[in-house]
């Protein structure tokens, strides 16, 4: 047999299955990239929230994994895993804001004042005798104080913050305020204002809300409840509740 003929035929009748060519460029290429964003994940310092979106994205675009991707604001966001790191990432944030608050509360001796995170965001909340006298909306001067250390980390923050104001059920009937309603707002939108006027807070970032007598955190059954509820609470809002906010 001519040695052209007899190389054919071994080649053809090899004692293994044969791939197509194409699979071994196919193969060489996906272990190449993957060897790539390896060597770029060990050797350099970068975002892994970024490194697993872009890795996705990637494995999405050429057929490896069902789905695609999707662009928002300058990222790769996978569904889930991406919301999931930004809401960590706000509440490491809003935590951060929080001890530092915190700090400012400890190192001066504070008092009537409490700082917690729930689901709306972090919450500074004043009891009624920490900003006002009984029955009044003016802000008292030593309490202009606390807002004044307050305000930076405020205004620095990129979250909308909304003051609002509570009430016991009390009923007031003055020439001022006829009713908890008045009181309660009245006492939020001063302290926007000063946030506003003294510290130049941006007026677009900031809300005031009144809820009178209507949404206590403790029952109204004895004078200790009724000071709990008489208070203002600054919320810095998380982006997911920033939306329900006029623009």
């Known amino acids: 047999m001519p040695a052209n003929r007899r190389r054919r035929v071994d080649e053809g009748t090899g004692s293994g299955p044969s791939s197509p060519l194409w699979m071994t460029t196919y193969g060489d290429l996906i272990t190449q990239i993957l060897i790539f964003f390896v060597l770029l994940y060990s050797l350099s310092s970068i975002d892994t929230r970024k490194f697993d979106m872009a890795m996705t994205s990637l494995q999405g675009s050429l057929g490896i994994l069902q789905g695609g ?6 990222d790769f966001i996978e569904s889930g895993t991406g919301q999931n790191y930004v809401g ?20 001066n001796n504070l008092k009537g004042i409490r700082v917690d995170m ?13 900003l006002f006298d009984s029955g009044k909306a003016d802000i008292k001067e ?8 307050i305000a930076p980390i405020l205004k620095e923050s990129n979250h909308h913050i ?30 926007v204002r000063y946030f506003i006027e003294m510290h130049g807070i941006d007026p677009k970032k900031v809300s005031a809300a009144g809820y009178g007598e209507y949404r206590p955190i403790a029952p109204n059954d004895s004078e200790k409840n009724r000071a709990l509820n008489r208070r203002v609470d600054i919320i810095i809002l998380k982006s997911s509740y920033e939306k329900q906010e006029p623009n």
Request: no cysteine.
């Open 162 to 191: 909304r003051v609002e104001g509570h009430t016991d059920n009390v009923p007031i009937h003055t020439k001022e305020f006829p009713s908890n309603w008045e009181l309660s707002t009245t006492r939020a939108v001063n302290v």
């Open 142 to 149: 030593e309490s202009k104080k606390v807002l004044d250390k």
């Open 69 to 74: 991707k999707t662009y928002f604001k300058g």
């Open 88 to 107: 960590e990432q706000e509440k490491t944030e809003l935590e951060k804001i929080g001890n530092e608050i915190e700090k400012i509360i400890e190192s």
């Open 118 to 130: 729930d689901e709306r965001g972090l919450m500074i909340r004043f009891l009624e005798g920490a």
